[in-house]
Every structure is written in structure tokens, then in C-alpha cells.
């Protein structure tokens, strides 16, 4: 039995892109188009006395450049797939919390909060997936 088909590695590295991709956005809306990100998901312009969102931002390029790694790397060091789905669980509770407590929240902003947690799960189930079958084979994790 072989570990991977090719099908599931092509997945693994195009997830990976996507994500990094993805997260590397999220960043630059936050720091450099912050009206950009408020007017989407609470319907306000700009006010953010605190900087919660350059501060979100900033874990969000952090995602992206584990990501990154992990895409240049996974093959060779499987454990990547861990660090990578353990990041992405990690904002389960934060957009869930996010979602309960901001007074104001476009559609769009709801539906993201909601459905995001839900599409890390799976990611992560996915990765976590493959990292175990990979090391249930014999690989080298």
C-alpha cells in the first residue's frame, strides 16, 4: 500500500498554497485597507482605538508564512501538517467568540465567522489525516 496517491499530495500542497494565500490577504486588508475589512464585515468605517485588527493582521501573516513553510517543506518533514492544522484550529474559538460578541456585523461578516471555524476543522482534519498515514507507513515524520 503506498502512503499518499498523488491526488491527496496535490491536494496537500494546493491547500497549503490557498492558505498561505489567503492568510497573506487577510493581512494586507488589515494593515494596509483597514476601512476596506470594516466596511465588509461590520457594515462601519475605521475605528479601532486598541489596533485588535493590525494585531489580527499580524497573526495572519504569521499563518501565511507557516504555510508557506509548509508547502516547501511537508514532503521531506510531514510534521509541518500538524503545525499547520494545530494553527488553523487554533481560531476556532476566536472567530466563533468574534461572532458572538461584536455588536455590529454585516451578512457577510455572520456567514464568514460562522462557515470559517467549520472549513478549519475540516482543513485540519485533512492534514491531520494525512500526517498519520504517513507515519502509520513508515515515512519519515
Not at 513553510?69 to 476556532?92: K, N
Amino acid at each position: 500500500m503506498t502512503t499518499l496517491d498523488r491526488g491527496h499530495r496535490t491536494l496537500i500542497s494546493a491547500l497549503l498554497v490557498v492558505l498561505a494565500v489567503w492568510d497573506f490577504a487577510l493581512w494586507v486588508v488589515a494593515f494596509f485597507y483597514p476601512d476596506l475589512w470594516m466596511g465588509q464585515v461590520h457594515g462601519q468605517t475605521m475605528d479601532d482605538p486598541m489596533g485588535l485588527l493590525p494585531r489580527t493582521g499580524a497573526m495572519w501573516l504569521a499563518f501565511a508564512i507557516f504555510q508557506f513553510v509548509a508547502f516547501l517543506q511537508w514532503r521531506r518533514a510531514p510534521f509541518w501538517l500538524c503545525l499547520v492544522a494545530g494553527m488553523r484550529l487554533s481560531e476556532l474559538l476566536a472567530d466563533w467568540t468574534y461572532l458572538a460578541f461584536a455588536e455590529v456585523l454585516t451578512t457577510t461578516g455572520r456567514i464568514s465567522l460562522a462557515l470559517t471555524p467549520v472549513a478549519n476543522i475540516a482543513i485540519s482534519g485533512f492534514f491531520l489525516w494525512a500526517y498519520f498515514r504517513l507515519r502509520d507507513e513508515g515515512v519519515h515524520v
